[in-house]
Nanobody
């Protein structure tokens, strides 16, 4: 089994920054890709960012490119999402996710198997 625990969410004003963390346990963290997704009220869950097993490759949703940065620390078994220049449209529950076997970046919800409980990010404008 794999357990994922997100933290770092909160209430901020537009233009502010937050750093989300996702701590993983249960398997060799460094062997697999990771991803971040988000879901706003009344909307479907959507892809935000992904990072491959080593951290050498990343991919982002167009809506967050240039503002968000995904990174990982394989010693600490933690993946991060640095969120800058936050906008009201970024308000959502943010979920950390891990695929079952993939080592490469993945951007589809269906490609992920393990999910955290989510952390709320609210941006006031």
């Amino acid at each position: 089994q794999v357990q994922l625990v997100e933290s770092g969410g909160g209430l901020v004003q537009a233009g502010d920054s937050l750093r989300l963390s996702c701590e993983a346990s249960g398997r060799s963290f460094s062997s697999y890709a990771m991803g971040w997704f988000r879901q706003a009220p009344g909307k479907e869950r959507e892809f935000v960012a992904t990072i491959n097993w080593s951290g050498g490759f990343t991919d982002y949703a167009d809506s967050v490119k240039g503002r968000f940065t995904i990174s990982r620390d394989n010693v600490k078994n933690t993946v991060y999402l640095q969120m800058n220049s936050l906008e009201a449209e970024d308000s959502a529950v943010y979920y950390c996710a891990a695929p079952l076997t993939s080592r490469t970046t993945r951007s589809k919800i269906s490609e992920y198997y393990y999910w955290g409980q989510g952390t709320q990010v609210t941006v006031s404008s």
